[in-house]
Structures are given as C-alpha cells and as structure tokens.
C-alpha cells in the first residue's frame, strides 16, 4: 500500500513537473511580429508583466518540483512540502489568474477602456499564449490534487485512529 501511494506520489509530481515545464517553454517562446498600417509591432510575453509573473511563479515552481521528486519517502522534510505545496499552488493560481484576464484582454479587448484585441493581428501568438494557459490550467489542477495527497499523507487518518 505504501509503495503504491508513493509511484501514485511520484507519478503526479512527474506529471506537475512536465506542466510547469511546458507552460514556461511554450509562454517563453511565444512572440510574433505584425504590421499595422506601416507599423511595425512586435508582441512578446516580456511586454505583459502579467505574463512575466506568470513565467517566473511557473519557472520557480518547475525547479521545486523537479527537487521534491528526489526527496526520500522517509525525510522529516515532508512536513515542509505541505507547507510549500499550499504557497506555490497559490502562486500558481494567482499567476494563471493574471495571464489569463491578460490573454482576455488581448482576444477580446476592452471597450470601456478603448483597448483594442490584438489577436486578429497576431494569431500565432495568441495561440501559444492560450496553449502556456492551458498547460498552466493542468498545473494549478495538479498541484491542487498534489496538496490535497500530501496533506493525506502527512495526517493520516489511520495513524490518528489507532491513538
């Protein structure tokens, strides 16, 4: 049961791991250039401090959770990863959040605001964009269930039983 609990462990921490990855390459990479009316623009994740939040919480988190794959099962740091667990999936969720009303601005616009959408002019970008999303979605998702194993994990309920 134990060994079961902890691949199950792992396989998800893997699994958080190639999400963060993934979003920070795929949001890192995003950038195309547009001509409007003989100007020249260039869109970039590095133009939005939403988006360079949103690549630094998942770049931190990506190296964290590569660390915590190599944490031995019977480590008293464990109690720890609880604790980080819930902070980086905060992160996690509050960088996703501003990306994403960003990414809505830039599909949509905003007419009260007299901001235009950009996605008409540069729709490679936009696509890697929703894509960096979506694979942050998966993360936030992950690290959700993660948080919710650890806890289980370090109060368990058995052992609380048994006393």
């Known amino acids: 049961m134990a060994k079961t609990r902890r ?3 792992l396989l998800l921490r893997f699994l958080a791991f190639a999400a963060t990855i993934s979003a920070v390459i795929v949001m890192a ?9 003989t100007v020249s623009f260039e869109a970039k994740y590095t133009n939005s401090p939403a988006f360079k939040y949103f690549v630094i919480v998942y770049s931190v988190v990506t190296v964290y959770g590569f660390l915590v794959i190599f944490l031995p099962a ?9 604790a ?3 902070v980086f999936t905060m992160l996690l969720v509050s960088s ?5 009303a960003i990414a809505q601005v830039g599909k949509k616009g905003n007419s009260y605001a007299a901001w235009l959408p950009i996605c008409d002019s540069v729709p490679k970008y ?7 999303l979506i694979a ?8 959700i269930i993660l948080l919710l194993h650890s806890i289980h994990t370090v109060i368990d309920p058995l052992l609380l039983s048994k006393n």
């Open 7 to 9: 691949v199950c462990h």
């Open 29 to 37: 990479t995003s950038h195309q250039t547009a001509t409007i009316f």
């Open 74 to 82: 019977q480590s008293l740091l464990w109690r720890l990863v609880v």
């Open 84 to 86: 980080l667990d819930l």
């Open 96 to 100: 996703f959040s501003a990306a994403l």
């Open 126 to 132: 936009c696509d890697q964009v929703t894509g960096a």
């Open 136 to 143: 942050g979605f998966v993360a936030v998702i992950i690290y």
